[in-house]
Structure formats: structure tokens, C-alpha cells
């Protein structure tokens, strides 16, 4: 090399290393767009809902927990149609009936519920079901919700290995798994590939920073939910307009090397809403 390259080979890395590092180890299109189903218009065909989700900008649809096999047959045509994935499931047995509780019908009947998510799931194409696994109560410890739902929750991990559906457990105002480590102990006391971590970003603002959840937990997070919270009145609001550092959590996701779905959980509304909905997110994606 003459000098004179040498010189400008020089200058300019030494330009390039004060350029700001956003520190991101995965790309904006490495992360996917996706919607809850229950914020697609109701007035809509499946179909109709799905074809909008797809207008709109997501790239795919978490699901709901569907007990009647012929709807959920057609909620599986309608996607296919739609070309829009289904990528998860919520499950919604778990609150009426929490594993942790100390009547035998109310676990029964939480089981089946989460049997029914993670064959809902494996019919759709979808390779998560999200459980929150626990309600402390007044009748329920902390100690009585942990030792409760562990052994229920491993009796599950046979048929998720067997239908290759990943358990991923949340994070909500249940008063159970209150730090990140507490969540991460519960998840690895499982020893399983099959049980991880699903991250709403909103749920914990006010009693922790997201970005510090999503550090501890790392490549236990499986898939996120977006949503904001104002820690001031005390209410979920519009995304990007509440008290998340969106650019330090967008960073976080990064550092962990994440890769997947990122879900938002809001209100229904129409198309010019869900649009609205879809760029803040491409914010969001966007480190802004």
C-alpha cells in the first residue's frame, strides 16, 4: 500500500469509529411486525381482518385460544388465504383458571385449556403458546403459586415437545415473577427447551425498567409484546408516548441477539388506526 492510501485508509476509519454505534446485533428486517387478533375489527370476515392486518404492515398474527375446531379450521383457511402467519397463541384459560389454584377443577380445567392453545397452535403453524402460569391472591402465596404451577406446567412439556410448540411464559399483574431474575430462575427450574419467556415491554414499567428485563433474560425471551405505559396517570397509552425508553429497549433487544416477532397489544380500531399502530412500531424498529 503507498503512503498516501495508507494516509486515507487511516482517516478513514478513524472517521468511521466516531460515528454513533446503535450496538444492534440484529437488523430492523430480522425483526417481524405482528398484531393481536383481538385488535382487528369484529365486524370482519376472518379473512377480511387478516387481509387488513396485511395492508396495514404486519407481517403476522398472534391468535386467541379457539375451543370449537370448526372455527378454528377457519380461522387457519382465512390465514392461508390471507397469506398472513400465525405465529403465536394467547392462551386464555389461564386467568378464570390459574394452574396455581388450590381447587383440582380450576387446574383441570386451566390444563385443558392450555392442551386446547398448544393444538390450536400446531394447527395454525404456530410455534409458541403464551401462559401466564400463576395468580397470587389472597388465598395464594408467592411460595403456593410457584410449587402449584411447576409440576403442572412440566406435565405439558411432553405435548409441546411432541407438537414442537414452545410454553413461553409472561410476565403480567399477577404478583408473581416480580423481577427478572425471579423469572428467569422459573423458567430455567424447567430445564427445558421447550418452556421460555415471553416479554411484554409494558407490563412491568411501574415497578421496572424493560430494558433491564431484557438484558437478565436474554435468549430466554422467545417473543414480545409491545405496549406503553405512562407511570404518571397510571395508564397504558398510545405507543411512544408513555414512559418506555423505546430507544434503550429497541438497543436491548439487539444486544441480546434477538430475532422474532414483535407482537402489539393494544385496543381494536380500524385501518387508518392500525396504520398508525404499524408506523410507530417501524419507529420502534428504527432505534427512534
Known amino acids: 500500500m503507498q503512503r498516501r ?45 387478516f387481509k387488513l392486518a396485511i395492508d ?26 390471507a397469506k398472513l402467519r400465525i405465529h403465536s397463541v394467547m392462551n386464555m384459560a389461564h386467568w378464570a383458571n390459574p ?11 386451566s390444563m385443558k385449556g392450555m392442551e386446547t392453545s398448544l393444538r390450536n397452535a400446531k394447527l395454525w ?39 414442537k410448540v414452545v410454553i413461553a411464559i409472561e410476565e403480567v399483574w399477577n404478583k408473581f415473577l416480580l423481577t427478572p431474575y425471579d423469572l428467569a430462575k422459573y423458567v430455567d427450574e424447567f430445564k427445558s427447551p421447550w418452556v421460555k419467556a415471553y416479554f411484554d415491554v409494558g407490563n412491568i414499567v411501574m415497578y421496572g425498567y424493560p430494558q433491564e428485563w431484557i438484558r437478565a433474560l436474554g435468549k430466554r425471551i422467545v417473543k414480545f409484546h409491545l405496549k406503553d405505559f405512562d407511570t ?21 433487544i439487539g444486544e441480546i441477539g434477538y430475532s422474532g416477532y414483535l407482537t402489539v397489544e393494544l385496543s381494536s380500531g380500524d385501518k387508518a388506526y392500525l396504520q398508525e399502530v404499524s408506523r410507530r412500531v417501524d419507529k420502534i424498529l428504527a432505534g427512534e
Open 232 to 252: 404518571k396517570t397510571r395508564n397504558f397509552v398510545a405507543l411512544r408516548e408513555g414512559s418506555i425508553d423505546w430507544p434503550e429497549v429497541r438497543k436491548a
Open 56 to 81: 396495514c404492515g404486519f407481517e403476522a398474527m398472534e391468535a386467541q385460544t379457539i375451543t370449537d375446531q370448526k372455527e378454528a379450521e377457519e380461522i387457519k383457511e382465512a390465514a392461508d388465504k
Open 99 to 109: 394452574l396455581s389454584s388450590s381447587d383440582p377443577a380450576k387446574v383441570a380445567a
Open 5 to 49: 492510501e495508507f494516509i486515507t485508509s487511516a482517516a478513514l476509519t478513524a472517521a468511521a469509529s466516531m460515528l454513533p454505534q446503535t450496538n444492534f446485533s440484529q437488523s430492523s428486517n430480522q425483526l417481524k411486525k405482528a398484531v393481536l387478533i383481538s385488535m382487528l375489527p369484529k365486524n370482519m370476515s376472518y379473512l377480511d381482518r
Open 125 to 163: 403453524g404456530a410455534d409458541t403458546v403464551l401462559l401466564v402460569p400463576a395468580v397470587v391472591d389472597p388465598t395464594t402465596t408467592i411460595p403456593q403459586a410457584w410449587q402449584r404451577s411447576v409440576p403442572q406446567i412440566k406435565k405439558l412439556i411432553p405435548l409441546a415437545k411432541e407438537l
